[in-house]
């Protein structure tokens, strides 16, 4: 039985969530906002330790993230979730993240910040979140990436009206071009982009059929089209050049195709892991993008909470 002693640890647990290289798919269907996510494995881990807390001021109950607002708004909203089924009034976390993955390039830093914290948070009561629930959660706080969501996810990422795994990721590999400069996500998300989105359904309806098949086929050509397809139609002007210089090199490297950010800085070149050719095509493209902020190389993998065992 929990103890309900003030200080008394009531769990630790430590969890981690991976970042990613932009969408593979982003528009709409049916009404609804969705992107098709990308998890590449560079991750956010946080490490949470619960306590019994004598103290009823919200503020106080959660300590070591005031310098990341939207993971503490998110683990407050876990504890208020939590607290009433381990029979505590004032549930206390002790959080620390540490996270790599840079932010405002629109590869996922927040989202998997949040996942992570939460997914701990679950984890060191004893009662693990569901994807779903994670979601909600960190919709709560803005916009999200569907990392929390195992493989590769379908996932409406401003109201979660659509949350769908595609199924595991193909054998990919991604060389992540970053143009430079940040995005906010929280003021981008305030423009109403719904006309340029309906505007090119056309082909992110077909960029989706495709990644949609690529993934279940296990196909890395077809991922790699379909999101070709919906880098080309819905990137951000910046990005403009970016894009056409990394559907090129793609093309001359025999890639799979290329991503982006939809709502950042970074453009991806989609690797076929099988052919084992990712090295040679990342020193390339290390000279072929020289003037880029970085060039980074990566593997694609499948989203969701990962635990730490001890």
């Not at 990308?38 to 490490?47: E, K, V, W």
């Not at 940040?182 to 006309?195: H, Y």
Request: aromatic share 4%; net charge negative.
């Amino acid at each position: 039985m929990l103890s309900n002693m003030p200080g008394d640890v009531i769990g630790t647990a430590t969890a981690s969530a991976p970042g990613t290289c932009g969408e593979l798919v982003q528009g709409m269907i049916g009404g609804a906002h969705f992107l098709v996510t990308c998890p590449i494995n560079q991750f956010s881990r946080a490490t949470v330790m619960l306590r019994v807390s004598d103290s009823e001021d919200p503020a106080g109950l959660i300590s070591g993230i005031d310098h990341l607002p939207k993971a503490r708004q998110a683990v407050s909203t876990a504890l208020e979730k939590l607290a009433p089924h381990l029979g505590i009034a004032n549930l206390a976390a002790e959080v620390a993240i540490a996270n790599p993955i840079p932010a405002g390039k629109g590869m996922g830093s927040s989202s998997a910040d949040i996942t992570a914290a939460v997914g701990a948070v679950g984890l060191a009561a004893g009662q693990p979140f569901t994807p779903e629930t994670i979601a909600k959660i960190a919709l709560s706080v803005e916009p999200s990436d569907g990392v929390m969501f195992p493989g590769i996810a379908l996932f409406d990422h401003r109201c979660g009206s659509v949350a769908e795994s595609l199924g595991p990721p193909p054998a990919m590999e991604v060389i992540v071009i970053d143009t430079g400069g940040t995005v906010d996500t929280l003021e981008f998300n305030r423009v109403d982009r719904t006309a340029l989105w309906k505007r090119i359904s056309d082909r992110t309806d077909e960029a989706l059929e495709l990644v949609r098949e690529g993934v279940r086929r296990a196909d890395p050509a077809l991922v790699g089209r379909g999101a070709t397809i919906s880098a080309r139609a819905g990137h951000l002007p910046e990005v403009a050049e970016w894009v056409e210089r990394a559907a090129a090199f793609a093309d001359e490297q025999s890639a799979a195709g290329i991503n982006v950010a939809h709502s950042g800085t970074v453009v991806g070149i989609l690797l076929d892991a099988r052919q084992r050719r990712s090295k040679p095509v990342y020193r390339r493209a290390l000279e072929a993008f020289a003037d880029a902020e970085s060039v980074g190389h990566y593997r694609v993998i499948g989203g969701g909470v990962r635990q730490a065992i001890s």
